[in-house]
């Protein structure tokens, strides 16, 4: 599945759910759903600095060249929203990451429903995930 076709399907998820309330338990739930991430990745270079809650992210290359990302926070929402992003960009080549359009932030309404201080850790969430596929690119390059 394409990074479009899984922000397709996520929007298609969220249009179901017209309350906002249940908007929110959704995400909450797709939390849950994040692979434990060890206690040993929760080091100070893995937080994402700019999030109000605390987030750690980690991300390794696979033979195959895809990046695998393995995250966490400890804030529900958080949580959710981070679920959200592995589900769209794990798993991917760094050009993918690079190239895609986070359109389905939008279209599902997300940005306009969070806190201002949640929507700059979503920001620098993506701009970790991005500057991981850089590094990675640049690695492979050589």
């Known amino acids: 599945m394409t990074i ?3 922000q397709n399907e996520i929007i298609e998820e969220f249009e179901g759910l017209t309350d906002w309330m249940d908007r929110y338990a959704y995400i909450i739930d797709l ?11 929760k080091t100070p270079q893995n937080l994402i600095e700019g999030c109000q809650s605390r987030v750690w992210i ?4 696979n033979e195959d060249g895809k990046i ?9 929402i958080v949580k959710g929203i981070v679920a959200l992003l592995m589900r769209v960009l794990d798993n991917r080549t760094p050009d993918e990451i690079l190239e895609a359009d ?8 997300l940005k306009e429903h969070l806190s201002p201080t949640r929507s700059n850790g979503l920001l620098a969430m993506v701009k970790q995930i991005h500057n991981y ?6 690695l492979n390059n050589k």
């Open 4 to 6: 479009n076709e899984t």
């Open 58 to 61: 980690t991300a390794r290359q």
């Open 68 to 76: 695998h990302f393995q995250a966490d926070s400890d804030a529900l």
């Open 133 to 138: 596929a850089l590094a990675f690119k640049m």
């Open 31 to 41: 939390g849950n759903t994040l692979p434990e991430f060890p206690d040993s990745g």
């Open 102 to 109: 986070l359109y389905f932030i939008d279209k599902i309404g």
